[in-house]
């Protein structure tokens, strides 16, 4: 099993323009998330998915737009980057949200100069 | 709303030592539940266990235990005889049932950094 997958895993952008990050999970999870994670703050919620179809902001949402069309893929779209945006990216899916434990990507270094 | 707090940000210690890493949470739901995820310097995070507000039994795995306290508020960590590949972030989180606008999101701690010298 793959597990959560995650590209790329290093991305350097330059103020202004934009990207997708990628993430995909092969375990029929309906609860998909992205966080990022900023040095002294732990992981924060940017956006999770209850299922396909269906999204929602989490703590820090703004500059951030997510869409999930299947079940696999839940991708995270930068629309302008700025420096602020530089940090480490977290894509997690679990089984239902709650409770259960949530699945981890790899992650996403990302330098926005 | 929910909230974690890891007061300790760096511990270092020797190698055999024991440590403990300390997690206060605050919630207003009555059944939640408590995680520790490690993030070793390769970069990725680990499950390490998870916990339901029910169930305030003590856990030990290995080298590796937790002391739920309901009470206190606290869910902490210990490693007892603590090595060298012990050395990471760890990381305390929160999450409550899914409903309302919760949606049984992961709440994290500010992680604490253990660093163990040999």
């Known amino acids: 099993n793959a597990g959560v997958t995650q590209t790329p895993k290093f991305q350097v952008l330059k103020t202004g323009q934009s990207m997708t990050l990628q993430c995909a999970q092969d375990?029929?999870?309906?609860?998909m998330s992205w966080y990022r994670q900023d040095p002294g703050m732990g992981l924060r919620l940017i956006h999770y998915?209850?299922?396909?179809?269906?999204?929602d902001q989490g703590e820090v949402p703004n500059g951030y737009n997510v869409s999930r069309s299947t079940t696999e893929d839940f991708p995270l779209r930068l629309l302008s980057a700025a420096p602020s945006q530089t940090s480490v990216y977290f894509c997690?899916?679990?089984?239902?949200?709650?409770?259960?434990?949530?699945?981890f990507g790899p992650g996403t270094r990302l330098t926005v100069t | 709303a929910q909230k974690v707090t890891q007061a300790q940000t760096e511990i270092s210690v020797v190698e055999k030592e024991d440590v403990t890493l300390d997690c206060v949470y605050e919630?207003?739901?009555?059944?939640?539940?408590l995680f520790w995820y490690k993030q070793p310097p390769s970069g990725e995070l680990v499950f390490l266990i998870r916990?339901?507000?029910?169930?305030?039994q003590n856990e030990i795995s290995g080298r590796y235990s937790w002391n739920f306290q309901k009470s206190t508020s606290s869910f902490n960590f210990t490693i007892t005889a603590s090595q060298v590949v012990d050395s990471a972030v760890y990381f305390c989180?929160?999450?409550?049932?899914?409903?309302?606008?919760?949606?049984?999101?992961?709440?994290f701690g500010q992680g604490t950094i253990l660093t163990v010298h040999p």
């Open positions: 997690a899916s679990s089984y239902l949200p709650g409770g259960y434990e949530q699945y």
């Open positions: 375990m029929n999870h309906e609860y």
């Open positions: 998915s209850v299922g396909a179809g269906i999204t």
């Open positions: 919630t207003r739901d009555t059944t939640y539940y």
């Open positions: 916990r339901n507000s029910f169930d305030e």
């Open positions: 989180a929160l999450s409550e049932l899914a409903g309302g606008t919760s949606y049984g999101k992961l709440t």
